[in-house]
């Protein structure tokens, strides 16, 4: 039996970076950068206002108050957008500024239109401005010749806006995966199929394709192979044909029927892993063929779930070339009591709360591996350590947060 961390350092050890190809910069969203992303240009362009108001010379203000505003002369105005020689401030004189406009020469500070009152070609001041108050200035945001963006980065809203901000209209990304995606067993039935007494309806394969799409990737469903080595061996063969990774959900115990390994391995898989150190997931079957990844999931469907979260998800973003891999895991205080049997690393389904700023959090209720109800409630997993056989209330256990970011 492998244990949890040598299973996952394997995994993504064998697991290559696929190729690169360039996407229009919307469709780079929850996509990964094959390449820094580095700025010519300084960003702001120019020194700029960041108010509304006068643009001044602050010497001239130091006096200024509510009760005895200084008084100075207005002798132009200038909107954003629109660059212009001259006039240069001199001594007791202000222009007229909008958000974002180019700062003219000898100003060295904004007066906010809050704080002043327009005269017959004059503005009243009632606050004294100080060197740089509210100017941007050049290259304070982005400077000419950094790195804003780096290869593995994924692109969000504020990636997806610097990239704009440098005009990129095209962007360079990892290719996504093809991922094929099959059920096994003979008693599992497709969704809106008539179901006898005995069968079981398939979720999983629904399950494993939404856990897919939310990673911006559109798996290929391969449907429902019968527990037999005929019945295995087409599908799988042809999932092996086309797509990067083979995920299949079922048969991989030690059941009279469970012929995955059989027939993956009759198909040129090298089987690495057959058996992980935790609950749920203890069987789960991990394989290379080429440069092509076989998952053999267990069938339970929080099993499967579990399996995917603590292992296909990292492999599939190291194929997507991201950068970080794991989910953030951080101290909780546990609410209740918690047994366990020594030896394995349990996964156990949680809702975390936030108490006077701190992770407090709770188990959402039955922990059997095919009780789906209480992998629906949870926003997080317990993680409790195979040497131990109780947590109790009040201890510091580790939580994962499973829908938050890769950190
Ligand atoms: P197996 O490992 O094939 O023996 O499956 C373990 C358990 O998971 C059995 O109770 C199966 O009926 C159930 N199971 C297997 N595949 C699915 C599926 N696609 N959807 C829901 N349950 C499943
Ligand atoms: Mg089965």
Avoid: W
């Avoid at 809203?157 to 003979?186: C, F, Q």
């Avoid at 205080?333 to 389904?349: A, D, T, W």
């Amino acid at each position: 039996m492998t244990s949890v961390d040598d299973a996952l350092n394997l995994m993504l050890s064998l697991a290559g970076t696929l190729g690169e190809e360039k996407v229009p910069l919307l469709e780079a969203y929850d996509r990964i950068l094959a390449g820094d992303i580095a700025s010519e240009i300084d960003i702001p362009s120019f020194n700029n206002s960041a108010m509304d108001g006068y643009a001044v010379m602050s010497g001239d203000t130091l006096n200024a108050s509510g009760d005895r505003p200084v008084e100075l002369r207005v002798l132009s105005e200038i909107q954003a957008g629109i660059y212009r020689e001259g006039p240069e401030l001199v001594s007791g004189t202000a222009i007229c500024i909008m958000t974002g406009a180019v700062i003219p020469g000898g100003a060295d500070g904004v007066i906010p239109v809050e704080d002043t009152k327009e005269g017959e070609g004059t503005v009243k001041i009632f606050k004294p401005v100080k060197k740089d108050d509210n100017i941007r200035f050049i290259g304070e945001d982005i400077s000419a010749g950094s790195d804003v963006l780096h290869k593995g980065d994924i692109v969000k809203s504020s990636e997806t806006g610097l990239l704009a901000s440098l005009n990129h209209g095209e962007i360079s990304v990892y290719k996504r995966p093809r991922i094929g995606i099959l059920s096994t067993g003979d008693e599992i039935v497709d969704v809106g199929e008539a179901m006898a007494r005995g069968q079981v309806r398939n979720s999983n394969a629904y399950t494993l394709q939404s856990l897919v799409r939310g990673m911006n990737v559109v798996p290929e469903y391969l449907g429902i192979a019968e527990d037999t080595i005929d019945g295995l061996r087409q599908k799988l063969k042809s999932g092996f044909d086309t797509k990067d990774i083979v995920i299949t959900t079922g048969g991989v115990s030690l059941g009279k029927y469970d012929f995955i390994k059989d027939v993956i391995q009759e198909l040129g898989v090298d089987i690495k892993i057959e058996t992980i150190s935790m609950k749920p997931g203890k069987p789960l079957v991990f394989g290379i063929k080429g440069d092509k990844v076989f998952f053999g999931l267990p069938g339970n469907p929080v099993s499967t779930m579990v399996a995917f979260m603590q292992f296909v998800r990292p492999v599939i973003l190291k194929m997507m070339g991201a950068a970080k891999l794991r989910k953030p895991v951080v101290k909780a205080i546990l609410m209740e009591k918690i047994k366990k049997k020594p030896g394995r690393r349990h996964f156990i389904r949680g809702r975390f709360i936030i108490k006077d700023g701190r992770f407090h959090v709770t188990t959402t209720g039955p922990q059997g591996s095919g009780i789906l109800s209480s992998m629906s409630g949870a926003n997080c997993i317990i993680i409790l350590p195979e040497d131990i056989e109780k947590a109790l209330p009040g201890d510091e256990v580790m939580v994962q947060l499973i829908q938050h970011g890769e950190v």
